[in-house]
Nanobody, 124 residues
Framework: VQLQASGGGLVQAGGSVRLSCAAS????????MGWFRRTPGNEHEFLAV????????AYSDAVKGRFTISRDKSKNTGYLQMNTLKPEDTAVYYC??????????????????WGQGTQVTVSS
């Protein structure tokens, strides 16, 4: 499965952006899709995850209440709706897929497929 992330761009603080992650190359085949972000010099930061079958979600404290993860199984596509954006949300955002135990979904090393990343820049 290949993942293609899209939807990033420049947005003003307080605005919204929706990221998409399209899976191609066959059936999804993994248990979860997650979203991470990365800033220069830092590791991947876990943001949100969704169980592909069942739709159970989890979020980091940094984005809980502002970001919403979802998926459309018929389109093999996941989404990250980001609202009330702040300048500190500026980063490259990545989608990822894997089959970790639910207790390990926050660890980027547990994911097997990654999108190429999409830049989100939030201006103040």
């Amino acid at each position: 499965v290949q993942l293609q992330a899209s939807g990033g761009g420049l947005v003003q603080a307080g605005g919204s952006v929706r990221l998409s992650c399209a899976a191609s190359g066959g059936t999804f085949g993994y248990n979860v899709m997650g979203w991470f972000r990365r800033t220069p010099g830092n590791e991947h930061e876990f943001l949100a995850v969704i169980r592909w079958n069942g739709g159970i979600t989890a979020y980091s404290d940094a984005v809980k209440g502002r970001f919403t993860i979802s998926r459309d199984k018929s389109k093999n596509t996941g989404y990250l709706q980001m609202n009330t954006l702040k300048p500190e949300d500026t980063a490259v955002y990545y989608c990822a897929a894997g089959s970790p135990n639910w207790s390990s979904v926050r660890y980027n090393t547990m994911y097997r497929a990654w999108g190429q990343g999409t830049q989100v820049t939030v201006s103040s």
